[in-house]
Protein backbone atom coordinates (compact mmCIF):
# COMPACT_ATOMS: atom_id res chain seq x y z
CA UNK A 1 0.00 0.00 0.00
CA UNK A 2 1.47 3.21 -1.00
CA UNK A 3 1.63 6.03 1.68
CA UNK A 4 -0.55 8.65 0.37
CA UNK A 5 -0.05 10.77 3.06
CA UNK A 6 4.01 10.99 2.95
CA UNK A 7 3.27 12.19 -0.54
CA UNK A 8 1.28 15.21 0.61
CA UNK A 9 -2.30 13.80 0.18
CA UNK A 10 -5.04 13.18 2.70
CA UNK A 11 -4.99 9.04 2.78
CA UNK A 12 -9.11 9.59 2.90
CA UNK A 13 -9.62 11.71 0.00
CA UNK A 14 -7.56 9.11 -2.81
CA UNK A 15 -9.97 7.64 -4.82
CA UNK A 16 -13.42 7.68 -5.72
CA UNK A 17 -15.54 9.60 -3.90
CA UNK A 18 -18.83 10.43 -3.76
CA UNK A 19 -19.54 13.96 -5.94
CA UNK A 20 -22.59 15.21 -3.99
CA UNK A 21 -19.63 15.88 -1.06
CA UNK A 22 -16.85 17.09 -3.49
CA UNK A 23 -15.91 21.06 -3.01
CA UNK A 24 -14.00 23.03 -5.82
CA UNK A 25 -11.27 24.14 -6.91
CA UNK A 26 -9.65 21.43 -6.11
CA UNK A 27 -6.35 18.97 -6.32
CA UNK A 28 -7.13 15.44 -5.62
CA UNK A 29 -5.00 12.31 -5.96
CA UNK A 30 -7.34 10.10 -7.88
CA UNK A 31 -4.89 7.22 -8.48
CA UNK A 32 -1.05 5.81 -8.03
CA UNK A 33 -0.63 2.92 -10.33
CA UNK A 34 2.57 0.86 -10.08
CA UNK A 35 4.19 -0.95 -12.58
CA UNK A 36 6.68 -4.03 -12.02
CA UNK A 37 9.39 -1.75 -12.24
CA UNK A 38 8.62 0.60 -9.30
CA UNK A 39 7.52 3.15 -12.01
CA UNK A 40 4.18 4.88 -10.82
CA UNK A 41 1.77 6.54 -12.59
CA UNK A 42 -0.29 9.05 -10.66
CA UNK A 43 -3.77 10.50 -11.93
CA UNK A 44 -4.86 13.44 -10.74
CA UNK A 45 -8.18 15.42 -10.70
CA UNK A 46 -7.94 18.95 -11.32
CA UNK A 47 -11.27 20.05 -10.09
CA UNK A 48 -12.47 23.41 -11.04
CA UNK A 49 -16.42 23.43 -10.70
CA UNK A 50 -18.20 21.28 -8.27
CA UNK A 51 -20.30 18.73 -9.81
CA UNK A 52 -24.06 19.35 -10.78
CA UNK A 53 -24.05 23.13 -10.23
CA UNK A 54 -22.06 25.30 -12.74
CA UNK A 55 -20.17 23.70 -16.13
CA UNK A 56 -17.36 25.23 -17.70
CA UNK A 57 -18.57 25.52 -21.27
CA UNK A 58 -16.53 24.39 -24.39
CA UNK A 59 -14.72 27.11 -24.88
CA UNK A 60 -13.69 27.84 -21.35
CA UNK A 61 -12.44 24.06 -21.37
CA UNK A 62 -10.27 23.83 -24.66
CA UNK A 63 -8.61 27.36 -24.21
CA UNK A 64 -7.60 25.79 -20.54
CA UNK A 65 -6.61 22.50 -21.90
CA UNK A 66 -4.58 23.95 -24.11
CA UNK A 67 -2.72 26.34 -21.60
CA UNK A 68 -2.48 22.91 -19.06
CA UNK A 69 -0.88 20.46 -21.79
CA UNK A 70 1.31 23.66 -22.60
CA UNK A 71 2.57 24.17 -19.16
CA UNK A 72 2.75 20.64 -17.68
CA UNK A 73 4.90 20.22 -20.79
CA UNK A 74 6.78 22.85 -19.85
CA UNK A 75 7.70 22.20 -16.15
CA UNK A 76 7.46 18.70 -16.05
CA UNK A 77 8.93 17.56 -19.08
CA UNK A 78 10.29 14.13 -17.35
CA UNK A 79 6.65 13.05 -15.68
CA UNK A 80 3.95 14.87 -17.69
CA UNK A 81 2.03 11.70 -19.63
CA UNK A 82 -1.37 13.57 -20.65
CA UNK A 83 -4.12 16.23 -19.87
CA UNK A 84 -7.76 15.64 -20.51
CA UNK A 85 -11.33 17.05 -19.84
CA UNK A 86 -13.68 15.71 -17.64
CA UNK A 87 -16.54 14.81 -19.96
CA UNK A 88 -19.23 16.13 -16.97
CA UNK A 89 -17.38 19.85 -17.93
CA UNK A 90 -16.40 20.43 -14.15
CA UNK A 91 -12.63 19.83 -14.67
CA UNK A 92 -9.61 18.38 -15.99
CA UNK A 93 -7.35 14.96 -15.50
CA UNK A 94 -4.06 14.91 -15.52
CA UNK A 95 -1.81 12.07 -15.39
CA UNK A 96 2.40 11.88 -14.25
CA UNK A 97 4.81 9.50 -14.55
CA UNK A 98 6.95 9.14 -11.38
CA UNK A 99 5.65 12.19 -9.46
CA UNK A 100 3.23 12.52 -7.22
CA UNK A 101 3.79 14.65 -4.79
CA UNK A 102 1.01 16.93 -3.89
CA UNK A 103 3.17 20.12 -3.63
CA UNK A 104 5.27 19.66 -6.36
CA UNK A 105 1.89 19.46 -8.18
CA UNK A 106 0.49 22.50 -6.17
CA UNK A 107 3.40 24.56 -7.27
CA UNK A 108 3.12 23.89 -10.74
CA UNK A 109 -0.24 24.39 -11.18
CA UNK A 110 0.42 27.95 -9.79
CA UNK A 111 3.00 28.49 -12.43
CA UNK A 112 0.88 27.65 -15.26
CA UNK A 113 -1.90 29.84 -13.96
CA UNK A 114 0.10 32.64 -13.29
CA UNK A 115 1.72 31.60 -16.96
CA UNK A 116 -2.20 32.00 -18.16
CA UNK A 117 -2.95 35.38 -16.61
CA UNK A 118 0.74 36.85 -18.08
CA UNK A 119 -0.04 35.39 -21.49
CA UNK A 120 -1.10 37.50 -24.84
CA UNK A 121 -2.33 34.12 -26.70
CA UNK A 122 -3.55 30.94 -25.97
CA UNK A 123 -0.92 28.24 -26.90
CA UNK A 124 -1.34 25.76 -29.91
CA UNK A 125 -4.48 27.70 -31.15
CA UNK A 126 -3.77 27.23 -34.74
CA UNK A 127 -4.99 25.34 -38.04
CA UNK A 128 -1.96 23.07 -37.63
CA UNK A 129 -2.01 21.98 -34.05
CA UNK A 130 -5.66 21.98 -33.27
CA UNK A 131 -8.68 20.24 -34.27
CA UNK A 132 -11.35 23.29 -33.40
CA UNK A 133 -8.87 26.01 -33.35
CA UNK A 134 -11.57 28.96 -33.67
CA UNK A 135 -12.77 27.90 -30.18
CA UNK A 136 -10.70 29.58 -28.11
CA UNK A 137 -10.93 32.38 -25.61
CA UNK A 138 -7.95 33.87 -24.49
CA UNK A 139 -10.05 36.45 -21.73
CA UNK A 140 -12.35 32.97 -20.99
CA UNK A 141 -9.14 31.50 -19.72
CA UNK A 142 -7.67 34.11 -18.09
CA UNK A 143 -10.81 34.19 -15.89
CA UNK A 144 -10.67 30.93 -15.34
CA UNK A 145 -7.34 30.46 -14.03
CA UNK A 146 -7.85 33.82 -11.94
CA UNK A 147 -10.65 32.14 -9.84
CA UNK A 148 -8.65 28.87 -9.61
CA UNK A 149 -5.42 31.05 -8.29
CA UNK A 150 -7.91 33.02 -5.95
CA UNK A 151 -9.00 30.10 -4.29
CA UNK A 152 -5.42 28.25 -4.21
CA UNK A 153 -5.95 28.14 -0.29
CA UNK A 154 -8.66 25.56 -0.83
CA UNK A 155 -7.09 22.98 -2.99
CA UNK A 156 -6.26 20.55 -0.40
CA UNK A 157 -10.20 20.86 0.29
CA UNK A 158 -11.80 18.00 -1.50
CA UNK A 159 -14.93 17.22 0.70
ZN1 LIG B 1 -7.33 22.33 -29.41
Not at 65 to 78: A, I, V
Request: glycine share 6%.
Amino acid sequence: MMDFAQLGWEAGTVGELDHRLLKAPHVKLRAATPGPSGDVVYSVDLRINEPNSVFLSSTEMHSFEHFLLWGFQKYMPKNFISVGLMGCQTGFYLILFNEGRMQAVHDVYEKILNDVLAASEVPYANIAQCGNYKNHSLELAQALARRVLEAKSNWRQVI
